[in-house]
């Protein structure tokens, strides 16, 4: 892994997974594999105007937006990852893991938060792997499926 000017690029022996902030050109290929967004006009919105205030990164492989991730300071001041979707193609190929990390590389605070749904159960692994300790649980948002919030210090990092 190399970290050049705020983009991160994975070499492996078949491609070079690269991750640069988001441009407006990439809005076509994240609606075509986030399924939210095909039926959320509101997720459609919030990825935009994440794109546009520059808190929106996406991983690409050969020219192929393969996952993306929002990092913002909307939650009491501190770091949020907000979203964190990889391409279903593409799961479980450490793209999400090297989205995080690189959103991490680039907090401007010394906590970061995240959360994802109770039953989200792959996300809650990856969050455990990469380090995050449960930090509080928000009912109500979505129906019988609570939001659980995650926590990392960045001060050692």
């Known amino acids: 892994m190399n970290l050049t000017n705020s983009t991160l690029v994975m070499m492996t022996r078949e491609s070079a997974v690269t991750i640069k902030q988001a441009a407006e050109t990439d809005l076509t290929a994240i609606f075509s594999f986030d399924q939210i967004t095909q039926i959320n006009q509101g997720r459609q ?4 105007h994440a794109i546009e205030t520059g808190t ?5 492989d050969h020219a192929e937006v393969i996952g993306y991730g929002v990092l ?3 939650f009491y001041g501190n770091g949020f990852i907000s979203i ?4 279903p193609c593409y799961r479980r190929r450490h793209v999400g893991y090297d989205l ?9 605070t010394k906590k970061l938060f995240t959360s994802t749904n109770l039953s989200n159960l792959p996300m809650h692994a990856l969050l455990e792997k ?11 948002l979505d129906p019988d499926d609570p939001e659980v919030v995650y ?3 960045l001060e050692n990092e």
Do not use: Q, W
């Not at 964190?84 to 391409?87: A, E, G, I, K, N």
């Open 56 to 60: 929106c990164f996406v991983s690409v």
């Open 72 to 74: 913002e300071y909307s």
């Open 130 to 140: 990469v380090g995050y300790k449960l930090s509080g649980v928000i009912d109500n």
């Open 84 to 87: 964190v979707y990889v391409h």
């Open 151 to 153: 926590f990392k210090s």
């Open 100 to 108: 995080i990390r690189h959103m991490e590389s680039l907090c401007r």
């Open 45 to 48: 919105e919030f990825i935009r």
